[in-house]
């Protein structure tokens, strides 16, 4: 699980990293205000949309190793309970 987090960290660090720069690029570029502006909601919406999708995945994985954990509980009570009745037996 911490192979994902990491990638998912480093993967947002630079995605986030990559729209700074490119709003930057464009403010200090040669166009109409309207037009960056226009540029800039844009480029919001599209990182908007992708924090979205990076939100899910991470949610997936977290259900994923949630399911995980509880089903290794559920075999150690087992465990426990079949050794304790070989114990009695």
Known sequence: MS??????AVLTAFILGAFTGAAVALLFAPAAGKETRELLGEKAREGRDRATELADQAREVFQRQKQNVEQAIERGREAFRDARQKEQA
């Open 3 to 8: 192979k994902d987090n990491g990638g998912s």
